[in-house]
């Protein structure tokens, strides 16, 4: 998916000015226990991104960073849990 924010962003990086925040790794952690216990507790099934809910694909959503739906996939693929589907 790309939004203007992404393209300036793009456009900064060639200036050499880093815009992608990084989660720190005390936080990553704290995030990886959290999904992990909630999956104990929980039938959770199917864990989603800032950009996938509700329902956000093909539409032009204002976006923060990929960082998040980067780690989301990560997390997706530790935990063996789906992306939401398209309604």
Avoid at 20 to 37: F, H, I, W
Avoid at 42 to 64: A, M, T
């Amino acid at each position: 998916m790309d939004d203007w924010v992404d393209r300036l962003r793009g456009d900064m990086e060639v200036w050499k000015q880093n815009t992608q925040n990084t989660p720190p790794a005390l936080q990553v952690e704290a995030l990886y226990a959290l999904v992990e216990t909630l999956c104990q507790v929980f039938s959770i099934r199917v864990l989603g991104g800032h950009r996938e809910y509700p329902n956000q694909k093909g539409e032009d959503k204002y976006c923060p960073g990929n960082a998040g739906m980067e780690l989301v996939a990560k997390l997706r693929r530790s935990t063996g849990l789906s992306e939401p589907s398209v309604l």
